[in-house]
């Protein structure tokens, strides 16, 4: 099948955003990158970023949102703030970043139409998506109307992930000829430990769980 031309990933440095960039490179000609420096406490993600950009040779570029911290207090921003290991029984968890993925896929979507790219991709699960709103399908779409009529331009903002749990997230890496690159050199953990992580924060749990599970099932065939 013919690749498309071109399309922009939000890159993070995490495992989601990996898989989705390793996807991306299947499908289309040529595959540019953007990430958010946001003072997020995770900021490591970062250099992951700009690691797997440099060795696949894609155009990477930073965007400093450092601002968004002083908005809304949460526990990737603020170190005076412990990461909830585990999700509120009401509520979003103190992790969760108010605006955070409507501003990254708007400037993503103002630095795609200057590069000509319409395809822009992320990679938000409504599956596994601890609480967050701004990952659900439903939002992702009301955007892309947005975006579309705001700049008069036809965006598709792409969703790889959007009904995979970890696990089959960990298959779809495997599958991509990815798996170790995720597994040991993303930064999902959101005390900003590389590969495995603490083990404990919500991230940790959510990635580590999926992992076992499809390791398991790949060994038994």
């Not at 013919?2 to 040529?30: F, P």
Request: charge should be negative.
């Amino acid at each position: 099948m013919k690749k498309k031309e071109k399309a922009l990933v939000v890159l993070s440095g995490g495992q989601d955003s990996t898989t989705c960039l390793l996807w991306a490179r299947k499908e289309y000609e040529e595959v540019f990158a953007v990430s958010f420096d946001y003072n997020q406490r995770h900021r490591k993600e970062l250099e992951c970023a700009k690691a797997i950009c440099g060795e696949f040779h894609v155009s990477h570029k930073i965007l400093d949102l450092t601002q968004l911290n002083e908005l809304a207090p949460n526990s990737l921003t603020r170190a005076d703030i412990k990461v909830d290991e585990d999700a509120p029984e009401q509520g979003t968890p103190n992790t969760y970043v108010e605006g955070r993925n409507m501003l990254f896929l708007t400037y993503a979507a103002v630095y795609a139409k200057g590069l000509g790219i319409r395809d822009i991709i992320t990679g938000v699960s409504q599956s596994d998506f601890s609480g967050y709103p701004d990952c659900r399908n439903v939002f992702i779409k009301s955007l892309n109307t947005t975006l579309n009529l705001a700049m008069e331009y036809e965006f598709e903002i792409i969703t790889p992930l959007m009904w995979l749990d970890k696990e089959e997230t960990w298959e779809m890496a495997d599958r991509l000829g990815g798996l170790e690159i995720v597994r040991d050199r993303t930064l999902t953990c959101y005390n900003g430990i590389m590969g495995e992580g603490c083990g404990h924060c919500p991230a940790c749990k959510l990635r580590r769980n999926g992992y076992l599970r499809y390791m398991e099932r790949k060994q038994n065939g």
